[in-house]
């Protein structure tokens, strides 16, 4: 399983060597100056790919410089980091490391000069993070480093692990859920994090509950939102029909807070699920049947879109109101809304007689006669027609809501998926219930590794001495520490830097981190704004207390919530370990761009019904829903099948043209197979309006060969040109 993700890597870095050059702001390349053209610009070969560049320094022609990419658009801008001409990555390497200041053993140089040969976004600002992270306790750091710096993670230590846990020692997920569900059934007490991850794992192993299993965690859900005071299940439950609109709230707490008073209710876990101390009827007469049916009918009524589809569908509600009192003055909004998508599933959810009714009324808006839609909605069948839409937007959920529904729904799906729709309804539970949840969080600790990265030596280490007292809440050492000369000087660096020098994201966190450090000098102790900003930083060391917080807020907390809850709780190692291949999962679910996104996966086999774990990596156009385009995307999968074994499946798929890539240690015997489904793949993908370009069947082997850089010193040719000022 080790090799998973190195095959993934290497297949892509092979190829990546033909593709265009993708620059990225701070990123330090390595390039020859090729030609001078007017206006300040230059011919600038990178690697296969010849670009128009502005540059800033005395050069010569068909020589080779370190260059520093200082802006993207709307013209490339590169920086001369130093007019010494470099003949050799080893040489383009110590180059870097000279002008970052940074010292480096000659296998740390190496390292870096195979980063700048592959073209990874290095920079004078990360090589002193790139050296300390490439010291850690790793098998193979320098491959942990090359996929953190292709996916834009943030470079912190805590990333690095999670990243290595997944790629140099990854294991069975399904392994690691039966371990964490015996861990569970051998404690004598449990707690409600504990119980709810119960819960989570029969899910993600795949496993079947029985109807009284799934009663008795639905029991535990609620008696413990009961005691929160929470709604949430109680809401989804009415909105389901499953109990009746004149239940309050207050009389569904008093009811079950009785039975489970007078019955004396306990809750255990063995390896099949949870049980409980009685099998005795529940309160309000719950079923299983019922709740099933329930959700199910529920769940095909939220409309697609979430808060934004609810929020129009309301507003096209509210200027129908406004249409039955006479108002014609939206018809054109109301117009548009009847085109849209949404609308089709709003309608399909009527009632056929309620149907009919919209029918007439999207006829009569359509054609601009207001009297007449006025007319028809003011009748008995418009009135019905407007009390079908009150409770259908009624019953759209929230979004902790949705979540649990979706939960309850795997609780209570009966089989392996045997389609498509069915498996992409897996992945997608999957990283609903696996999403973590502490966004802000982690953008503060973004923002700190950036500022660290940008900063000197010792301002690095007075900034860090600032950030333990302030997690050792010792104020007035803060403020004494900010206002020595030492700290005076880390203030003057982070007030005077240069956002043109560095990317906008660095420059953000700089100008962010700049704020706090300011407020945390000048405002008095007991003032509200600085202990906000003590809090704000004491929240980014302590998120453990963050977690707790936040499930005292969720009734649906994410996976990675109650993994760390319980890991901190029993000590046990599988809950922290299975909590870190979720967050390496995560992580690599971030936009890599405004417009691109990419992130890899494992799912456990027996969700999926499979012989053994499933791993994937997703690639393509960032749409406005934050989903990858369908279009433009690309989707390695890797698969061990019983007899062909390991075979990877790398699918690009350009404005809806397909190229298939498949690899095997012995494509021989494999070609035969692609030949013959190869017509029926090509004829049902244009079904789906893609159209299938090829096939190729090619050896699984690790592409990628780092070559012996340091047999390269004279690599670069180097010849006398024309000195000229760019």
Request: hydrophobic share 35%.
């Amino acid at each position: 399983m080790a090799e998973v993700n190195k095959v993934f890597q290497s297949i892509r870095t092979g190829q990546a060597s033909s593709n265009q050059v993708n620059l990225r702001e701070g990123q330090v390349v390595s390039g020859r100056v090729m030609k001078f053209f007017p206006d300040n610009k230059a011919a600038v070969q990178l690697g296969q790919q010849q670009v128009v560049a502005q540059l800033n320094a005395n050069l010569q022609s068909n020589q080779n410089y370190l260059l520093q990419v200082n802006r993207t658009n709307p013209t490339l801008h590169l920086q001369v980091v130093s007019e010494e001409p470099v003949r050799s990555p080893m040489d383009a390497a110590r180059t870097l490391l000279n002008a970052s200041n940074q010292q480096a053993s000659r296998q740390e140089t190496t390292m870096l000069a195979q980063m700048l040969r592959e073209q990874l976004p290095v920079s004078q600002q990360n090589v002193g993070t790139l050296l300390s992270l490439a010291r850690s306790d790793s098998h193979d750091a320098q491959t942990v480093l090359r996929e953190m710096l292709t996916r834009q993670f943030p470079l912190t230590e805590q990333t690095f692990k999670a990243v290595d846990q997944r790629i140099n020692n990854p294991f069975s997920i399904q392994q690691s859920l039966s371990q964490m569900q015996g861990q569970l059934a051998g404690s004598n007490q449990l707690t409600n994090a504990q119980m709810q991850l119960s819960l989570y794992i029969q899910v993600l192993s795949g496993n079947q509950l029985s109807n009284q299993q799934m009663m008795t965690q639905l029991t535990h859900q609620i008696l413990s939102e009961i005691g929160r005071g929470s709604e949430t299940t109680f809401q989804m439950l009415q909105k389901a029909g499953v109990i009746g609109q004149q239940t309050t709230f207050s009389q569904w707490s008093s009811t079950w807070s009785r039975w489970a008073e007078n019955n004396q209710i306990t809750f255990n876990i063995n390896s099949s699920g949870a049980t409980t101390s009685t099998n005795m009827a529940l309160p309000y007469n719950l079923t299983a049947e019922q709740v099933q049916s329930g959700f199910q009918q529920l769940a095909n009524q939220q409309l697609p879109g979430g808060l934004k589809t609810q929020q129009l569908m309301q507003s096209f509600m509210n200027q129908l109101s406004q249409l039955q009192q006479g108002g014609t003055e939206r018809l054109n909004f109301l117009q548009n809304v009847t085109q849209l998508p949404a609308f089709n599933q709003v309608q399909s959810n009527l009632s056929s007689t309620n149907q009919q009714t919209m029918q007439q009324l999207v006829q009569f808006l359509n054609q601009n006669q207001g009297t007449q839609a006025q007319q028809l909605l003011i009748s008995d069948s418009g009135q019905q027609l407007m009390q079908n839409l009150n409770q259908l937007l009624g019953n759209q959920l929230t979004a902790e809501q949705s979540r649990g529904l979706q939960i309850w729904q795997n609780v209570m799906q009966s089989s392996q998926p045997t389609n498509m729709q069915q498996m992409m309804q897996q992945f997608q539970t999957f990283f609903n219930m696996t999403q973590q949840d502490h966004q802000a969080t982690n953008r503060m600790q973004q923002a700190l590794a950036q500022v660290q990265n940008q900063l000197s030596q010792p301002n690095q280490q007075m900034l860090q001495q600032v950030l333990q007292a302030v997690n050792q809440n010792q104020p007035a050492q803060v403020q004494q520490l900010l206002s020595s000369e030492n700290g005076q000087q880390l203030m003057q660096q982070l007030a005077q830097f240069n956002a043109q020098a560095m990317t906008q994201q660095d420059a953000r966190a700089m100008q962010i981190v700049n704020n706090m450090m300011q407020q945390l000098l000048t405002q008095p102790q007991q003032s509200s704004t600085f202990n906000q900003v003590m809090q704000q930083l004491q929240a980014m060391f302590n998120q453990q207390d963050m977690v707790q917080a936040q499930m005292l807020r969720q009734d649906y907390p994410g996976m990675g919530q109650l993994l760390q809850t319980t890991f901190a709780q029993t000590g046990q190692e599988s809950f922290g370990q299975m909590n870190q291949v979720l967050q390496a999962m995560h992580l690599s679910m971030q936009d890599t761009a405004k417009d691109w996104m990419q992130f890899s996966a494992q799912l456990p086999k027996e969700m999926l019904g499979l012989n053994e774990d499933l791993w994937m990596d997703f690639e393509g156009q960032r749409q406005a829903d934050g989903s990858i385009h369908p279009q433009n995307c690309r989707i390695m999968f890797y698969l061990n099948l019983p007899n062909l074994e390991q075979t990877v499946l790398d699918m690009r798929v350009k404005q809806g043209d397909v190229s298939l890539d498949i690899y095997h240690e012995d494509p021989s015997q494999l070609e035969p197979l692609v030949n013959g489904f190869a017509e029926t793949l090509k004829l049902n993908l244009r079904d789906k309006q893609y159209e299938l370009n090829q096939i190729q069947v090619k050896p699984i082997e690790q592409q990628h060969q780092s070559p012996d850089i340091q047999q390269e010193e004279s690599v670069y040719s180097s010849y006398k040109g024309v000195d000229f000022r760019v």
